[in-house]
């Protein structure tokens, strides 16, 4: 039987590299794939990932096992983006990564039933100006979303992770979407 | 009719609330067709959202892990700088050298005497007061000028 990530967590507090390799392989695609969803940047959310990785180790010992294991690790790996994006706030004002500019990826990533062309383009537009609202969200509120839509964590665990309560959780995640729902309005 | 649930739609429509909460919401969708068609976008939202957000570029794993590696390396060799070999041999010799001044300078102080400058020698030994200053030292006459005048005696132990 798999260990839980609970167990590997008390086994990294006692130095048990294999448990932190094995911690690792679970949550690598996950934590970059967040960091990547908060930063917008490859190499930013590969960094802070793995710094994500190493507080974890460092940290391991103070994890009590009262939360799931993954909220205790997000909050880390959060926590670390919102520094990031606090740290480098005025420096995108004047540097933007290529990174930051969303292109083509909504093409990429959709499958393509046969639809009017015309709507199909309607429809990329959407998507992509949603993809760009969801970037301008504030940090937490954008976090929030990110927990809810991509981890497809509850609401409980999403305030646990921001370190708040569950009714903050429902007023960020309420106004987000209605910022969200005006774009697509507009459209 | 009782107050929108507004904020209670996101987690309504994840079954995150609680059977109570629950059942007021679904009480208030079916009575209000403005919040249920509220919820029905709310929905397709997230569900765009999920699409819309999108892929990171792709990352090699093995690498990613090696470079984790290396950084979890780097910080374990990275010591608190009070707990390095070095610094602390430093610091041990430089409060050594201290405590050293601090003692000599000490007994230096206990000795209990100003030098005197060229030209308080210099009148010293026109007065002939040097080979008794320490004697001369101790007398507060120095001030009276009918003494001094008579101080010569001293050195020939007259006085």
């Known amino acids: ?187 | 009719m009782a107050r929108h649930p507004d904020t209670d739609l996101v987690p309504f429509l994840r079954g995150d609330l609680p059977p109570a909460e629950r059942d007021r919401v679904a009480r208030h969708l079916e009575e209000c067709p403005d919040c249920r068609q509220d919820a029905e976008q709310l929905r397709d939202l997230l569900g765009d959202l999920a699409r819309s957000i999108g892929q990171p570029p792709t990352v090699q794993w093995a690498r990613y892990r090696a470079e984790l590696r290396e950084k979890l390396e780097a910080r374990r060799g990275r010591r608190a700088w009070w707990s390095r070999p070095v610094p602390l041999a430093v610091s041990a010799s430089l409060a050594g050298v201290l405590l050293v001044v601090a003692v000599w300078g000490g007994r230096e102080m206990s000795r209990g005497t100003d030098p005197l400058s060229p030209d308080e020698a210099v009148i010293g030994h026109e007065l002939g007061l040097l080979q008794e200053f320490q004697t001369v030292e101790r007398l507060d006459l120095l001030e009276d000028l009918d003494v001094i005048g008579d101080l010569d005696g001293l050195a020939s132990g007259q006085g």
């Open chain 1, 1 to 187: 039987m798999e260990p839980s990530d609970e167990a590997l967590c008390q086994r990294v507090a006692k130095r048990d590299e294999a448990a932190f390799d094995l911690l690792v392989s679970r949550y690598q695609e996950r934590a970059y794939r967040l960091a990547w969803s908060m930063l917008r940047n490859a190499e930013d959310a590969r960094d802070v990932s793995q710094d994500a990785f190493i507080r974890l180790y460092q940290a391991a010992g103070s994890f009590g096992g009262r939360s799931k294991f993954s909220t205790w690790f997000y909050r880390i790996l959060i926590n670390l983006c919102l520094d990031h994006k606090r740290k480098h706030r005025w420096w995108k004002l004047w540097v933007r990564d290529e990174d930051d500019e969303r292109s083509d990826t909504i093409l990429d990533r959709q499958p393509a039933p046969v639809v009017d062309p015309v709507d199909k383009m309607s429809r990329e537009q959407t998507m992509k100006a949603l993809g760009a609202a969801v970037d301008r969200l504030a940090p937490r509120q954008r976090a929030a979303v990110l927990l809810r839509v991509q981890e497809d964590m509850a609401t409980y665990d999403i305030a646990r992770v921001l370190k708040c309560s569950e009714a903050t959780v429902r007023v960020h995640l309420h106004r987000a979407l209605t910022t969200l729902k005006k774009t697509v309005e507009k459209r």
